[in-house]
């Protein structure tokens, strides 16, 4: 399976030949494997130079930037690889019919609260004081079928989210405060760290739509295109809780990540160097996670399940087959 | 003449439902498991002095004395006739385009056995059908059924196919 590189330290990124180098202090000079490498993550300060972007367009390797405090800034997406006009002007077509565009919305909300539900019941049986939480999430996902427009299909979905935020103090043992979701900067540790890991989330899933023919900027869930490729936005709402709550949780719950890996400046919170590698090492091997696909009758990983995401919409895309989102079986 | 690509020729035998994805533009990152030798063909103005040609670095084609040599390793029943009318259909090009007397020859790898290929009056009428059947699945808006057999859990389609 491909890699995805993380870089932490500052220095320079560059080609020689046909191998990318990452010149450093703390570590000098280290080769990167093109072959098995799939997607860069860049957090420290690095220098680079469009011979390196042409070498990783033509090796089609995604490559996600993150500022200093991590958020992400943006990724070079390189120029479609496998590309089908086809299959285009169809996703389009499903966006433009108010109907079509509702159903596949449904159908992502449909898996993103099943998999929120699916941990809170996880925790509820380890947990007391939750049984209330997954009630009133089961009660409000019965919404869900009935929304007439996305804004009101939102409105369902925030609320949801609402409810599943107010659960994870309970989740963490109060380890960490956490009162509201705050995005814009992140507050305290535990916004922090679902920034962080949904940029993560976003970053992959951005990498895995690369690889297939749809189009990132066409999404059904989210408006397209609004600065972002909306499209990764909505396939990572489907495998937010399953990966990076997942991750969160336990992270905190074993006292992984602790006060000491954040760093708060004028009311913002940010996981710093030693905190992002923790999570990114958790974050990969979550990923390469093996898991039975009952449908396939083959192993997979969980990154694999995001392609699988990718493929069952293009599936619905093309009236194949209706898209049923993910809903975590195991 | 209505053109088709080799690889459209071999996807017809293996799989109707292949074939339509991929001349949709559905490819997946690796499809290493076609003999796609048609393209090269199209692309290259074929002249005598051609050698050989080597695809995809695992296909060698072999233009000797008027022969078409293929060098396979025996996969399915399916697979053959797959690689028997894609060699024929290159033969067929080429007396279309002037070049009379190819013929072709399958080498089968694994046991060392070959096949001698010659287009025959049948064979003719047969690609042309093909063709004529090729370019229909290439109209039609949706995939046609899938095989769902046992060249399928070989297949690159498989994970999109049966996800
Ligand atoms: S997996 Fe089977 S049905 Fe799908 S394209 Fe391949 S051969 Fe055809």
Redesign the interface.
Same mark, same amino acid.
């Not at chain 1, 496998?82 to 299959?87: A, N, Q, V």
């Given at each position: 399976m491909k890699r995805s590189v993380y870089i932490n330290t500052n220095g320079r990124l560059s080609r020689k030949d046909n191998t990318l180098y990452l010149e450093s202090e703390t570590y000098g000079k280290k080769p990167i494997p093109v072959n098995n490498t799939q997607e860069i993550f860049l957090f420290g300060e690095i220098d680079l130079n469009t011979r390196l972007i042409n070498f990783l367009g033509q090796n089609n390797i995604t490559l996600h930037v993150f500022n200093y405090y991590g958020y992400y800034s943006g990724s070079f997406y390189p120029r479609e690889h496998?590309?089908?006009?086809?299959?285009l002007v169809k996703q389009v077509e499903k966006y433009k019919d108010e109907y079509e565009r509702l159903k596949i919305a449904k159908e992502i909300i449909n898996g993103a609260t099943h998999n929120i539900l699916k941990n809170v019941k996880y925790y509820s049986n380890r947990k007391e004081g939750l049984d209330e939480y997954v009630e009133r999430i089961e009660n409000e996902r019965k919404n869900v079928k009935d929304a007439k427009t996305i804004s009101e299909l939102m409105g369902v979905e925030g609320r949801i989210r609402n409810i599943y935020y107010s659960a994870f103090e309970i989740i963490i043992d109060g380890k960490f405060e956490f009162k509201n979701r705050t995005m814009n900067p992140p507050d305290n540790p535990i916004n922090a760290l679902i920034s962080f890991g949904n940029s993560m989330m976003y970053s992959t899933v951005l990498t895995e739509i690369y690889?297939t023919?749809l189009n990132p900027t066409i999404s059904y869930l989210h408006e397209p295109g609004e600065r972002r490729f909306s499209l990764s936005l909505d396939i990572s709402e489907i495998f937010k809780p399953i990966i990076v709550d997942r991750i969160i949780f336990s992270l905190v719950n074993q006292k992984m990540i602790r006060e000491e890996h954040f760093d708060q400046e004028l009311g913002m919170c940010y996981l710093n160097e030693k905190g992002r590698v923790i999570f990114q090492r958790e974050f990969d091997e979550k990923l390469a996670t093996i898991i039975k696909?009952p %449908?396939?009758n083959r192993s997979v990983s969980y990154r694999?399940l995001v392609?699988?995401e990718c493929? %069952?919409l293009? %599936?619905h895309i093309?009236?194949?087959e209706e898209y049923e989102a993910l809903k975590m079986w195991w | 003449m209505n053109l088709v690509t080799g690889t459209e020729i071999n996807y017809y035998f293996v799989c109707k439902h292949k074939l339509w994805l991929f001349t949709h533009g559905i490819n997946m990152e690796h499809n290493s498991d076609y003999v796609d030798i048609g393209n090269a063909l199209h692309e290259k103005s074929f002249t005598r002095e051609d050698k050989e040609i080597l695809i995809d670095g695992r296909i060698k084609i072999d233009f000797v004395r008027n022969q078409l040599e293929i060098h396979e390793t025996k996969k399915s029943k399916a697979m053959e006739e797959a690689t028997k009318y894609q060699i024929l259909y290159y033969i067929y090009y080429l007396k279309m385009k002037g070049v009379d007397g190819v013929t072709g020859v399958i080498h089968y790898m694994d046991n060392h056995s070959k096949e001698e290929i010659t287009l025959r009056e049948q064979n003719e009428e047969k690609i042309k059908q093909i063709i004529e059947e090729i370019n229909k699945i290439k109209e039609m808006d949706k995939p046609p059924q899938k095989v769902k057999s046992k060249v399928c859990t070989k297949c690159s389609y498989y994970e999109l196919c049966f996800c």
């Open positions: 496998l590309p089908s006009g086809f299959l690889n023919q696909h %449908k396939l694999r392609r699988l493929y %069952k293009i %599936k093309l009236d194949e | -």
